[in-house]
């Protein structure tokens, strides 16, 4: 089946950089909308970014600026570059990605297992 692999949280200072990586695999026909979101203890699960199969991205006004979306069509792959870090962006994180499998006539939502991502002050 289709699986979405999250790597890359961490625990960094304020004002640091973090990396998340998301990788699909499986029996993949093909994947459209590709997205991060997060999970802050307390809160509802935001979306933080996404990225279209053609590479348009959008960001959460809170993101702006400091994160950047890529992923590599080739590959499956997704990355969320995170910049100038900040105590509130600590959460859950969260890879999204709409997938069409080899077995399915329509796509699907995926999501990934989550990965922790502490920013401290």
């Known amino acids: 089946q289709v699986q979405l692999v999250e790597s890359g949280g961490g625990l960094v200072q304020a004002g640091g950089s973090l990396r998340l990586s998301c990788a699909a695999s499986?029996?993949?026909?093909?994947?459209?909308?590709m997205s991060w979101y997060r999970q802050a203890p307390g809160k509802q699960r935001a979306l933080v970014a996404f990225?279209?199969?053609?590479?348009?991205?959008n960001y959460a006004d809170s993101v702006k600026g400091r994160f950047t979306i890529s992923r590599d069509n080739a590959k499956n792959t997704m990355v969320l570059q995170m910049n100038a870090l900040k105590p509130e962006d600590t959460a859950v994180y969260y890879c999204?990605?709409?997938?069409?499998?080899?077995?399915?006539?329509?796509?699907?939502?995926?999501w990934g297992q989550g990965t922790q991502v502490t920013v401290s002050s």
């Open positions: 999204n990605a709409v997938i069409r499998s080899t077995q399915a006539t329509s796509p699907a939502n995926y």
């Open positions: 990225i279209t199969s053609g590479g348009r991205a």
């Open positions: 499986g029996n993949i026909f093909s994947i459209n909308v």
